[in-house]
């Protein structure tokens, strides 16, 4: 069983900045793409960041230039540092994973998804 469990949400001013860590475990084989989505109440999940394996990344154009997506791969971490924080960053975070197990040599790809942690940032 894998596990993805996030932490360092919480509450901020406008201006200010956090930083998001997601780590992977469980019956891992290895970690392909991980990223970032954030929800409001009403509307859709939407894709903040991602990264792949190799370091390649992307932004959504409403946090180029503010977020920054990084990983860990011998800690199966995945982090996110958001600066200049605006209130509509204000959102449930989520980390997801593309994550390859292997459970007495049979392999098995799926993605996986964390429980989500909340971003609060006040104007």
């Known amino acids: 069983q894998v596990q993805l469990v996030e932490s360092g949400g919480g509450l901020v001013q406008a201006g200010g900045s956090l930083r998001l860590s997601c780590a992977a475990s469980g019956n891992i084989f290895r970690v392909n793409t991980m990223g970032w989505s954030r929800q409001t109440p009403g509307k859709q999940r939407e894709l903040v960041a991602s990264?792949?394996?190799?370091?390649?990344?992307n932004y959504a154009d409403s946090v180029k230039g503010r977020f920054t997506i990084s990983r860990d791969n011998a800690k199966n971490t995945v982090y996110l540092e958001m600066n200049s924080l605006k209130p509509e960053d204000t959102a449930v975070y989520y980390c997801?994973?593309?994550?390859?197990?292997?459970?007495?040599?049979?392999?098995?790809?799926?993605?996986?998804w964390g429980q989500g942690t909340q971003v609060t940032v006040s104007s």
């Open positions: 990264i792949t394996r190799g370091g390649n990344t």
């Open positions: 997801n994973a593309d994550i390859i197990t292997n459970q007495v040599m049979k392999f098995d790809r799926k993605d996986y």
